[in-house]
């Protein structure tokens, strides 16, 4: 992967993974702290629902700008899934095996 895609790449699961905490954060503090006369199980439910809607946004971004690869590890392999034809013919042309 050349070195501006990669880190595209990186800042993606980062900004996902800082999303997701963010979410989780302000779901578990928060509830509580807005409801704490409910039930423990109505405020579970209300933290299930929150965060439905607070990955809708994510979701959205995600289906209308989707990465230009991704990745598969299983073991010792590596799949790369590309979004379009031209980004898998540079990618290969680039990853060419010199011998």
């Known amino acids: 992967m050349c070195k501006p895609c990669a880190w595209r790449f990186r800042f993606r699961r980062l900004g996902y993974a800082a999303y997701l905490a963010a979410i989780a954060a302000i779901i578990i503090v928060g509830v509580p702290h807005l409801f704490p006369h409910l039930h423990r ?4 439910g209300i ?25 598969t590890i299983e073991g010792d392999q590596v799949t790369y899934q590309f979004r379009t034809w031209e980004i898998a ?3 290969s042309t680039m990853n060419v095996r010199q011998e």
Request: hydrophobic share 55%.
């Open 47 to 71: 933290m299930v629902a929150a965060f439905v809607v607070l990955m809708i946004p994510y979701l959205v971004w995600y289906n209308r700008k989707p990465p230009c690869i991704e990745l």
């Open 89 to 91: 013919n540079e990618f």
């Open 41 to 44: 199980l109505i405020n579970k």
